[in-house]
C-alpha cells in the first residue's frame, strides 16, 4: 500500500500528481504529443527493455495523463489508476483484461445502459456466463456467488433508480467465491464513497460526469492496486488502446480542482428538490438516497458521506404527463448526461434504457412515469420554479 497522503480531498484535488516542467509552469502542462524522442538508439533499445524508464507512445503512458491517473488515486486512497477514452472504455477494459472463456460474472441488474449491454450480450459471445440479480436482495447475491465466480460488477446509487448496494455484504460474498468486485461509482464520486473501504477491488468512473463536469470532454478512470494494474489492465490496455487524449486529461485536471464545490453545491440542490418533488400532487414518489422514505436510506448513510446530484422520480401521468413537462422546461435540459454543472433531465424508458426492453425494466421498476434528473449549479429557487411550472403542463 502507498501511504495514506496526509493532505486533505479538497487539497489532492488541486495538487496531486503534479509534474513541473523546469519552466516552471504554475497550471498543469498539455503534452498534446503521440509519441516520444530517444537521444540515441542505445536508449530506445533499453527503453524498449524496460530497463531505463522513458515516456514512448501516448497510447502507453503521457505525462498529462499521468498527472490526473496520480491525482484520482491519491483522491480514492487507491494504489495505482489508468485513465482511458470514455467511462465504457474503464468499463469494458477492467473486464475484459481478466475474464477468459469458461468463467463467470454476477452483476447487479440495475446498470448503466452500456454497462448492462457488456454483461449481457458482450461477455456471452466469449463464453462467459454472466448472472444478474436484483443488487437490493443480499439473498439472492448470496445464492449467485454459491459457485465460483471471476468477476462482479455493480453500481450504487444505481442508475436511474439509486438502489444501493450493501458494498461490504457483496464484497465479502463475491471474495469467497473467489470474485473481483469491479464498482462504478459515477453516481457517488469519490467525495461521496470510497468503494475500496468496503472492500472493492477495482473502482471505475466516467470521469466525463462529475470530473469534467461541465459538459466539455469524454474520460474514464481505474482505480486498483498497483500490483493487478501493472499485471492484469496494463498489458490489455497498451495492446487494445483505450487510452485517453492528453487534450481530455487536462481538461478533467481542472475539473477536478472545482469538483468538490460543485458537488456540495449540486447535491445540496439536488436534496432541495427532492423534498419539493415528495410533496407535489403529480408526483408519485420522489428518490433521494438521504430522504427518509428512500427504501435503503439507513444503508445509504452507512456507505456514502451525502445523496449526490441525482434524483429520480416518478409522474402519476406516465409518459405523456414526464414528456410534457420536459418538453415545458425553461431552465433544465432535455439530456442523457449528467453530472454536469447544468441541470439535466432524462426520461429513461424511452433512451438510456430504451434498448434493455420492457420486461428488463419492469424489474427494474423503471416505468414511463420515471424521469431521472441531474441537478445542476444553478439557484435552486429557479429549478424549483422550473419544475413547478412544467408540472402544471403535465
Ligand atoms: C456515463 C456512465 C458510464 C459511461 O461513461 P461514458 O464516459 O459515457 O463512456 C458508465 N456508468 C455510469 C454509471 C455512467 O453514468
Not at 524498449?48 to 501516448?58: C, G, K, L
Not at 503521457?62 to 491519491?74: G, I, Q
Not at 449491454?117 to 439473498?139: K, M, N, R
Not at 473481483?180 to 453516481?187: A, I
Request: charged share 20%; aromatic share 6%.
Amino acid at each position: 500500500m502507498t501511504e495514506t497522503p496526509k493532505r486533505r480531498t479538497a487539497t489532492s484535488l488541486i495538487h496531486a500528481g503534479r509534474i513541473r516542467t523546469n519552466l516552471h509552469e504554475n497550471a498543469e502542462a498539455l503534452f498534446l504529443t503521440s509519441g516520444f524522442v530517444y537521444d540515441n538508439a542505445e536508449l530506445a533499445e533499453a527503453v524498449f527493455a524496460n530497463q531505463v524508464p522513458h515516456y514512448q507512445y501516448s497510447r502507453f503512458a503521457n505525462p498529462t495523463v499521468n498527472m490526473l491517473e496520480a491525482r484520482l488515486a491519491e483522491i480514492e486512497g487507491a494504489e495505482a489508476c489508468r485513465c482511458t477514452a470514455t467511462g465504457m472504455a474503464a468499463v469494458h477494459a477492467s473486464m475484459l483484461c481478466q475474464l477468459k472463456a469458461g468463467d463467470r460474472v454476477v452483476a447487479a441488474r440495475a446498470l448503466f445502459g452500456s454497462c448492462h449491454w457488456i454483461v449481457s450480450t458482450l461477455l456471452p459471445q466469449y463464453g462467459i456466463e454472466s448472472v444478474f440479480v436484483d443488487g437490493t436482495d443480499l439473498a439472492a447475491w448470496a445464492d449467485a456467488l454459491s459457485q465460483k465466480t471471476a468477476m462482479v460488477l455493480l453500481e450504487t446509487p444505481s442508475n436511474p433508480m439509486l438502489d444501493i448496494v450493501d458494498l461490504r455484504a457483496v464484497c465479502d460474498l463475491a471474495h469467497a467465491a473467489g470474485a473481483l468486485v469491479v464498482v462504478d461509482n459515477v453516481f457517488a464520486t469519490p467525495l461521496l464513497q470510497r468503494p475500496q473501504k468496503f472492500g472493492a477491488d477495482i473502482v471505475v468512473y466516467s470521469a466525463t460526469k462529475h470530473m469534467d463536469g461541465q459538459g466539455r470532454v469524454l474520460g474514464g478512470a481505474v482505480l486498483a492496486s498497483q500490483k493487478w494494474i501493472d499485471e492484469v489492465f496494463q498489458p490489455f490496455f497498451r495492446n487494445t488502446g483505450p487510452a485517453m487524449s492528453p487534450f481530455n486529461a487536462w481538461v478533467i485536471l481542472k475539473g477536478l480542482e472545482t469538483m468538490a464545490l460543485r458537488v456540495a453545491a449540486q447535491s445540496e440542490n439536488a436534496e432541495k428538490i427532492a423534498d419539493f418533488l415528495a410533496g407535489h400532487p403529480k408526483i408519485a414518489r420522489s428518490l433521494y438516497p438521504t430522504r427518509p422514505d428512500h427504501p435503503q436510506q439507513k444503508l445509504a448513510m452507512a456507505q456514502m458521506s451525502g445523496g449526490g446530484t441525482i434524483v429520480a422520480f416518478e409522474l402519476k401521468g406516465g409518459k405523456d404527463a414526464a414528456f410534457a413537462m420536459m418538453n415545458a422546461f425553461q431552465i433544465i435540459g432535455i439530456s442523457n448526461n449528467l453530472g454536469d454543472t447544468k441541470s439535466l433531465a432524462t426520461h429513461p424508458a424511452t433512451t438510456t434504457h430504451m434498448r434493455i426492453g420492457p420486461e428488463e425494466r419492469a424489474k427494474l421498476g423503471i416505468t414511463d412515469g420515471i424521469v431521472r434528473l441531474s441537478v445542476g449549479l444553478e439557484d435552486s429557487l429557479d429549478l424549483i420554479e422550473d419544475l413547478a411550472q412544467a408540472l402544471s403542463s403535465a
